[in-house]
């Protein structure tokens, strides 16, 4: 497995967490289900790398962009790192590491 499609496993793999945590500790199913939707939107854009890599990556790292704007801006909102901070940090490495993946694939 390359890296892109690794960084897509472990990004869907944390915000996965983050939802089940986000519900675990404050009872937000909102925060559930957008973390599992995410993970599932992430393991798609893995499932497409295999035949198309350059789609599949630049897929995950368009849901990257979008999650980090999310995140970002929850945090300048809140001023909260747990979780938007730190959520915002991982998503801007993943958009980066998706990018140099895309960049670097062959169809």
């Known amino acids: 497995m390359d890296f892109g499609r690794i960084t897509l496993v ?3 793999l944390l915000m996965a967490v983050g939802g089940v945590m986000g519900y675990a500790n404050k009872k937000s ?3 559930l289900v957008a973390g599992l939707a995410s993970a599932v939107a992430l393991l798609i854009a893995f499932k497409m790398a295999e035949n ?3 789609g599949g990556l630049a897929f995950g790292a368009f849901l990257a962009f979008l999650m980090t ?3 970002v801006s ?3 909102k809140t ?5 938007n901070g730190l959520f915002g940090i991982v998503s801007v490495i993943a958009l980066l ?3 140099a993946a ?3 694939a062959k169809n």
């Open 97 to 99: 590491c998706l990018i």
């Open 29 to 31: 199913v909102i925060s």
């Open 102 to 104: 895309t960049l670097q």
């Open 69 to 71: 704007g999310n995140f």
């Open 52 to 54: 198309n890599p350059k």
């Open 10 to 12: 472990v990004y869907a």
């Open 74 to 76: 929850r945090y300048f």
């Open 79 to 83: 001023h909260h790192f747990m979780p």
